[in-house]
């Protein structure tokens, strides 16, 4: 089993940037992709980037056209996620999700582990 745990969750005006954190923690070697989430209220979970630790290959989702980025590292086995020029759209809980194997899907059912979520909201 791998543990997630989310944090760096908040409040920010619009064009506000925010770091979400992601430490891992059990059976770490099981989590080879892990990456980000998130959910507005009504909507569906949609995928928002993932990184692989054996292919070395990070992955995004149309939407972030460069205003996220995803960094790991494997020897403290965290992931974050760095939201920059934040839209009043981005508000959601955003999670960070694991699955074992090195290919990056972007469908929330070939992900394992879950963390709690961490709420994001962006005023206008």
């Known amino acids: 089993q791998v543990q997630l745990a989310e944090s760096g969750g908040g409040l920010v005006q619009a064009g506000g940037s925010l770091r979400l954190s992601c430490a891992a923690s059990g059976r770490t070697s099981s989590s080879d992709v892990m990456g980000w989430f998130r959910q507005a209220p009504g909507k569906e979970r949609e995928f928002v980037g993932a990184?692989?630790?054996?292919?070395?290959?990070?992955y995004y989702a149309d939407f972030v056209k460069g205003r996220f980025t995803i960094s790991r590292d494997n020897a403290k086995n965290t992931v974050d996620l760095q939201l920059n020029s934040l839209r009043p759209e981005d508000t959601a809980v955003y999670f960070c999700?694991?699955?074992?194997?090195?290919?990056?899907?972007?469908?929330?059912?070939?992900?394992?582990?879950w963390g709690q979520g961490t709420q994001v909201t962006v005023s206008s």
């Open positions: 990184t692989s630790r054996s292919a070395g290959r990070t």
């Open positions: 999700a694991a699955t074992q194997g090195a290919i990056i899907f972007t469908t929330r059912t070939r992900y394992q582990y």
